[in-house]
């Protein structure tokens, strides 16, 4: 199963990621959210990561033409899309960049579940909001076939129950390891530990 830690922003954060290794980090490149960081400290912040973990630029309806030059001068190395951006949208971007695309969902009903299937995206990532640290109602992806992402109110407590529950192929989390807006390590390698080791 993938992991991937999101919200990622100072320095101190890289050297916990390379110690832990997640398979994904997360910059959020969109503007007027508490964890946005510069084009310019995700290039800076980039350069520390180690080369195993891959670096998630995150966007809210940002300009086709920036993400993709910052995809094609690798400073980051996937896409993820957590706005209203469709699929002339994603068209676009492909034309565009050849690098990978999640596509972020916000769960209400069973049509968004059908949306987020039908999605022509790499991945799909699940979730309840924009970084709130709230969880949607699990019951309504029961069913769902395509491999996915699963975000929204995920931490240390709950992680094993959501993965041995819904077997998703990776899990997001960002405000569950954290402590006063930071990252904490601690709360890091608990969520890791709690982690199931059969039933993914």
């Keep these: 199963m993938k992991i991937k830690f999101c919200g990622m922003r100072r320095p101190?954060?890289?050297s916990i990621i390379n110690?832990?290794?997640p398979d994904f980090i997360g910059f959020i490149l969109a503007k007027g959210f508490k964890r946005t960081i510069t084009y310019e400290e995700a290039e800076m912040l980039g350069r520390a990561v180690d080369p195993v973990i891959k670096k998630v630029g995150v966007f809210v309806n940002d300009d086709v033409e920036t993400i993709a030059e910052?995809?094609?001068k690798r400073i980051i190395d996937m896409l993820q899309l957590h706005g209203d951006e469709d699929e002339a949208y994603i068209r676009k971007l492909r034309s565009l960049t050849a690098t990978q695309i999640i596509k972020a969902f916000k769960i209400k009903n069973e049509e968004?579940?059908?949306t987020a299937a039908a999605s022509s995206a790499d991945h799909i990532l699940l979730d309840a909001g924009t970084g709130e640290g709230k969880s949607f109602e699990w019951q309504l992806i029961k069913e769902l076939k395509r491999p996915y992402i699963l975000a929204g109110g995920l931490d240390a407590d709950n992680i094993a129950e959501a993965v041995k529950t819904l077997?998703?192929?990776g899990v997001?989390?960002?405000s569950g390891i954290e402590t006063n807006g930071c990252?904490?390590?601690n709360k890091m390698k608990t969520f890791l530990?709690?982690?199931p080791l059969e039933g993914c």
């Design 70 to 72: 910052l995809a094609n």
């Design 193 to 195: 530990k709690n982690l």
């Design 167 to 169: 077997h998703p192929w």
């Design 183 to 185: 990252k904490d390590l």
């Design 19 to 21: 110690e832990l290794k």
């Design 12 to 14: 101190e954060d890289i």
């Design 112 to 114: 968004d579940v059908k």
């Design 172 to 174: 997001d989390v960002s």
